[in-house]
């Protein structure tokens, strides 16, 4: 059975901080996926990483995936208040593409002023 | 209307009642998917349908019964549940494409379901 850990699952931090949000998957896997969702809303898709060693950026978000290490990272830079919401990263069920997403319990994160 | 659309966005109903939860996606996909949201629960994937057929029912209970009529709607049948059925309901979609193995998907905005 495929697994998503994501660490930590609550996280508090003030703005102008640093900070990194962790995945791990439990099977082999060279798609990974984050998502935002602010309270009350829909998913929003942040990243695709689709390759060992892929790295995306967008703003003060960069995601990186590790396929040997089955691990994917969110760095925050300098966090601002507006990033506050929950983060999920999520891992393909299965190959072929199509199929349902397998997603972790997702990481709370505040940013205070 | 753009993206996943959700209709309704809430729905209260008793034990004994029937109703049915609607999506329409207009971004032109080919695959739909149902997903539940429950507190403290992550995200559980209910079903799965490419081009309109239901590819994967991942042990979802019979009193949730899903319908797919063209690749542009989907439907999740609603009768006799429980009230630890009362969650966020999503449904997403996605384009699947000939020799690509990625699968971003767009949600709409759920409906949530509070069963008493």
């Known amino acids: 059975e495929l697994k998503v850990e994501q660490n930590p699952l609550f996280l508090s931090m003030q703005e102008g901080k640093n900070y990194t949000i962790y995945c791990n998957y439990s099977?082999?896997?060279?798609?990974l996926y984050w998502y935002r969702q602010d309270p009350g809303k829909s998913l929003e898709s942040l990243f695709v990483?689709?390759?060992?060693?892929a790295v995306k950026q967008e703003g003060r978000l960069m995601a990186s995936l590790d396929t040997k290490a089955r691990l994917s990272t969110l760095h925050i830079t300098a966090a601002v208040h507006d990033l506050s919401a929950t983060y999920f990263c999520?891992?393909?069920?299965?190959?072929?593409?199509?199929?349902?997403?397998?997603f972790g319990k997702g990481t709370h994160l505040i940013i205070q002023p | 209307e753009t993206g996943v659309t959700q209709t309704p966005r809430h729905l209260v109903m008793g034990m004994t009642n029937k109703k049915s939860l609607k999506c329409e996606q207009h971004?032109?996909?080919?695959?739909m998917y149902w997903y539940k949201q429950s507190a403290k629960k992550p995200l559980e994937l209910m079903f799965v349908y490419n081009f309109k057929e239901q590819t994967e029912n991942n042990s979802v209970p019979s009193r949730f019964s899903p319908e797919c009529p063209n690749s542009s709607h989907l439907f999740l049948h609603l009768h006799t549940l429980q009230p630890e059925d009362s969650a966020l309901y999503l449904c997403a979609s996605s384009q699947r494409l000939a020799g690509v193995t990625y699968n971003e998907q767009f949600f709409g905005p759920g409906t949530r379901l509070t069963v008493l």
């Open positions: 971004l032109g996909h080919n695959a």
């Open positions: 999520a891992v393909d069920r299965s190959g072929g593409g199509a199929d349902g997403l397998t």
């Open positions: 990483l689709l390759s060992n060693g």
């Open positions: 099977t082999t896997s060279d798609r």
